[in-house]
């Protein structure tokens, strides 16, 4: 089964600095997705990067960078540049390839809260 | 992406009662999932809803307690039956597209 982990429940960072959130999951797959996602307050659950097991390259999204490590199976989020509202929990998950494209569901760690202090 | 919306937003229950929760979809999709996220904790998935089958539940849901709809490719229901204050959570419905899962804003549910 695959599973998740997040390590660390609690960081924080001072604004306009840089910080990155570990991830590392398990599985015997070769073809999955990886994602993070962020929920401020709000509770609004909101996409923040996808990285496709397949490719090397690692994904950006702005600020936002990963380091995908899939001998590893590590990956982690960087956040450059921190910013006031990045203020959130964040949550790593993986999905499974099945079926070509039916059933896919995510599997998810317990989530890093983020404080970005001013 | 898709642009999902969820009603009611919020609801505080007497517990013995039942809550349906509405989730939209602006564009046709077959793939709706519904997740329960207790406080201070990960998302749960309760089951996946195709279009025009039988909702398919996670392990520790039933469907008595949570029946699923599927009328159409843009709407589903999830029913929280005969509540009690441990299901007081917030309750989440996403949809699969492009290779990738988009949430709605979720219900937040306080059961007395």
């Known amino acids: 089964a695959q599973t998740v982990t997040q390590s660390q429940p609690e960081m924080s960072v001072q604004e306009a600095e840089t910080v990155t959130l570990s991830c590392t999951y398990d599985?015997?797959?070769?073809?999955?997705?990886l994602f993070w996602y962020k929920q401020p307050p709000s509770r609004q659950m909101i996409l923040v990067i996808r990285?496709?097991?397949?490719k090397q390259q690692n994904a950006t999204e702005n600020r936002f960078s990963v380091n995908f490590q899939k001998a590893a199976k590590s990956f982690s989020l960087k956040i450059s540049d921190s910013q006031l509202g990045d203020t959130a929990m964040y949550f790593c998950?993986?999905?499974?390839?099945?079926?070509?494209?039916?059933?896919?569901?995510?599997?998810w760690g317990l989530g890093t809260s983020l404080a970005v202090n001013p | 992406s898709a642009v999902i919306s969820q009603k009611p937003s919020r609801d505080i229950c007497q517990r013995g009662t039942s809550l349906t929760i509405q989730c939209q979809v602006d564009?046709?999709?077959?793939?709706m999932f519904w997740y329960r996220q207790q406080p201070g904790q990960s998302l749960t998935l309760i089951a996946t809803?195709?279009?025009?089958?039988?909702?398919?539940?996670e392990s520790g849901f039933v469907i008595d307690k949570f029946p699923i709809s599927r009328p159409n490719l843009t709407f589903s229901t999830l029913t929280v039956s005969n509540m009690s204050p441990e299901d007081s959570s917030i309750y989440l419905c996403?949809?699969?597209?492009?290779?990738?899962?988009?949430f709605g804003p979720g219900t937040r549910l306080l059961v007395l």
């Open positions: 996403s949809v699969s597209g492009q290779e990738t899962q988009y």
């Open positions: 564009s046709q999709v077959t793939m």
């Open positions: 809803a195709n279009q025009g089958s039988e909702a398919t539940y």
């Open positions: 599985t015997s797959e070769s073809n999955y997705y």
């Open positions: 990285q496709e097991a397949y």
């Open positions: 998950a993986f999905m499974r390839l099945l079926n070509a494209g039916n059933n896919r569901k995510l599997i």
